[in-house]
């Protein structure tokens, strides 16, 4: 089976100083060949763009995380990756789902593509804003193997609002601690009456609060209780939002 492959550095920071926007408004993304290397121990996933879905991101990101759940978090972590994955193998669906330059709707274009094709850096906050990587690693923190009917149930609520994994969870360094994020999502699934309305504002407040204690606890060292029980403490502030 073919191993998956990846831009080399130097190349990926080319596509990014020399960005050509015409490049994106095809069908294929005309690449140099001789700018890839190859992952010894990840196997190329055939056919993954035609199984993602543009209109439903939880799927797509299952797919995705399905397909590449063998990555180490410092292999999710590599831009090479991302940025191979979003302009060779996946680009089909790329262009489907983030399709404004196609169209001529984006303010602008350099800056959408960007924005949806590269990581501005290797940061939790960077990696959950792109258009693939993110939707991986949503899965990735949020998936519960305890589960045993269906290990999803929490990441369906994680992409419930667009912006709740991406800007909500994402700007913040708790987002990368999995518990942490478990602990959220499981308190929202028990207290889905809080939830029913201002989910965005409500999202938001959570994730602020556990950020300000952990600007004074090592909230790296506590498992999903400690979180779930945080927001217990504070759920009647939550409701008068």
């Known amino acids: ?10 190349y990926v920071k080319k596509l990014k100083d020399e960005l050509n926007v015409d490049f994106y408004k095809g069908n294929e993304f005309i690449y140099d060949k001789k700018q890839i290397l190859m992952l010894p121990n990840i196997n190329h996933k055939e056919g993954l763009s035609e199984r993602l879905d ?5 799927k797509s990101a299952i797919q995705i995380y399905e397909a590449f759940k063998e990555l180490e978090p410092i292999q999710a972590s590599d831009e090479r990756l991302w940025t191979y994955l979003s302009h060779v193998d996946l680009y089909p669906y790329m262009i489907k789902r983030w399709n404004d330059v196609q169209k001529g709707t984006a303010k602008d274009n350099q800056k959408f593509i960007l924005d949806h094709w590269f990581l501005s850096s290797s940061a939790q906050s960077s990696l959950m804003r792109h ?18 009917e269906n290990k999803y149930d929490l990441t369906k609520i994680l992409f419930r609002q667009l912006d709740f994994p991406t800007r909500t969870l994402g700007v913040y360094k708790l987002g990368r601690h999995k518990e942490a994020v478990i602990g959220i999502l499981e308190f929202i699934e028990d207290n889905e009456g809080l939830f029913k309305t201002k989910f965005e504002h409500k999202t938001r407040f959570v994730t602020k609060h556990l950020n300000v204690i952990g600007g004074v606890k090592p909230i790296s060292y506590y498992d999903r209780s400690f979180f779930k029980s945080e927001l217990q403490k504070v759920s009647d502030r939550i409701s008068m939002i």
């Open 131 to 148: 258009a693939i990587a993110g939707l991986w690693w949503s899965v990735y923190l949020s998936i519960d193997y305890s589960r045993k």
């Open 1 to 10: 089976m073919p191993k998956q492959l990846i831009f080399k550095d130097k």
């Open 54 to 58: 543009a209109s439903d991101d939880c």
